[in-house]
């Protein structure tokens, strides 16, 4: 935890201290322990560590996309920026570090996906995965 004995305010109401993690000074809240930078690099490992424990069809990562569609997170704003733009998408999933993610989308919508740059997934040998892309978006998994 931070080390409060050695923390010091100022007038703003910040603290300083040195990140548990780096060892750099910075300034932040009293509740701080970390610098922006390992913050952000431990939020990266927990979304990875949460996002590959999830089972496939589980939606237990799932958020509502203002098209009322249950999405993973890391593809929410994908997805929402797909609908907007006019692409029918059916379904989704992001891997969870256990295959490829996807986006899949209406037959009719398959040109406008490639128009936008979007590579085709390959289907499975089982045949799943009929007009499916790969997303663009960050995976939360990915490193």
Known sequence: M?????AKQ????????E???CGRSFIGEKHDWLCDDCKDAQSKLTRKEKCAQIEYGSYNCYETTYFDACV??????????LNKIGIKTIG???????DIGFIQVDLDSCDKMINCGYEVRPI????????????????WWQD
């Open 124 to 139: 499975e040998d089982n045949g799943h995965g009929q007009q499916c892309f790969i997303p663009k978006s960050e995976l």
């Open 92 to 98: 989704c999933c992001c891997g969870h570090g256990k």
């Open 2 to 6: 931070f080390d409060f004995k050695n």
């Open 10 to 17: 100022n007038k703003s109401g910040n603290y300083s201290g």
């Open 72 to 81: 993973d997170r890391c593809l929410k704003t994908e997805i929402e920026y």
């Open 19 to 21: 990140c548990k993690i």
